[in-house]
């Protein structure tokens, strides 16, 4: 049988987990370009991660699956102080957003994170993106590169869209603008995010991720989701912005993405000694929420280059898929930055 990871059993088998038990602050942010949600998240104190959603997702439905694993969640709270940074209108309990109110452009966007970190007084941070909200992350650091010290991707976009996707997504939004969020709508945003695995067929239920953000999908008020699928639809080309990255950048890819190539291209594209690509077996685009455990070990090696660990209790890690010697030797070489980081495809096993 397949071993689908991040399903609610497990995310309520971990909600005991001490994290849960830290507060999470939201603050609601005036931007020189509108109005923006930030939920903080861990001890002030500590380095920032900010995150930074896809279409029609937020914290809650973007990055929960992987916080819930303790693992990952010891990882990033040990050294980290979270900020989660939703698209406009995309945080729980948004009302709409007013349509005399112009469409904000990814430019717009990308300079909405440095009035956010400038609001928190923080200087630079790690910045966690998936698929359009890594665009808009990797965006904002080729834009403001000395706020940057590192990049985590997962099925990032980095090209204008296609034609194709062009048009498919015209049709979205003009469903999302005289039907809302309906079941088509829905049902096309789920296989942007996950695989035909978990998304069930005739002989294999809906799993329960799916059918938890399904749920959440209902939740969103769909011109906002509106406002950014055409922003998202009006994005360029950052392929010469990524040769001038200065960071270190992991990208994580499902090998059943629909956005798969263009996380290659982009791992092309940018400096090899200080990329590395992972691609999980048998995974969608939403790596977080449908194999968060596939992320555990390449972050923790990525960390170490910044001089950043687990808690020694939790450093075994027998849910992990991954192991130390699933990756590439060379990635683990130490160089002057502590781990050298190059192109690797890791394909992770999840049948048991």
């Known amino acids: 049988m397949k071993f689908y990871l991040g399903t609610l059993t497990s995310f309520f088998s971990f909600f005991s987990f001490d994290m849960f038990y830290l507060s999470i602050q939201e603050h609601h942010i005036q931007t020189n370009h509108g109005p923006v949600s930030v939920a903080v998240y861990g001890d002030h104190d500590k380095p920032a991660l900010v995150t930074y959603p896809d279409i ?69 941070v790690m910045c966690f993106g998936v698929t359009a909200g890594a665009y808009i992350l990797t965006l904002f650091a080729s834009k403001y590169r000395e706020r940057v010290l590192g990049l985590i991707l997962v099925s990032p976009l980095c090209k204008g869209p296609t034609w194709t996707e062009w048009l498919y997504s015209k049709v979205i939004s003009n469903l999302l603008y005289y039907y809302g969020m309906c079941g088509l709508v829905k049902e096309c945003l789920l296989q942007r995010y996950f695989s035909k695995e978990v998304q069930g067929f005739s002989e294999l239920p809906e799993s329960d991720i799916v059918q938890a953000c399904r749920s ?33 950048t992991l990208i994580f890819v499902g090998e059943n993405s629909q956005f798969h190539a263009e996380a290659v291209h982009m791992t092309s594209k940018l400096d090899r000694r200080y990329c590395a690509l992972v691609e999980v077996q048998a995974c969608g685009s939403l790596v977080t929420e449908e194999q968060p455990h596939a992320m555990l070990i390449p972050m923790e090696y990525f960390f170490m280059g910044y001089g950043m660990y687990r808690p020694s209790q939790l450093d075994c890690s027998p849910r992990s898929p991954l192991s130390p010697f699933c990756i590439s030797p060379d990635l683990l070489s130490p160089e002057s930055m502590g781990v050298k980081l190059k192109p690797i495809k890791t394909r992770v096993r999840l049948e048991v």
């Open 216 to 248: 959440l999908l209902d939740q969103r008020q769909s011109m906002n989701v509106w406002r950014f699928v055409q922003t998202m639809n009006q994005r360029y080309d950052l392929t010469e912005q990524l040769k001038l990255l200065q960071c270190r």
């Open 56 to 124: 029609a997702l937020n914290h809650m439905s973007c990055f929960q699956g992987l916080l819930f694993c303790p693992e990952a969640a010891s990882l990033l709270l040990h050294n980290f102080c979270i900020y989660h940074i939703s698209p406009p209108g995309h945080e729980l309990g948004a009302a709409p957003i007013s349509p005399n109110a112009p469409i904000p452009s990814v430019d717009d966007l990308a300079d909405q994170v440095v009035d956010v970190l400038d609001f928190f007084g923080l200087g630079s």
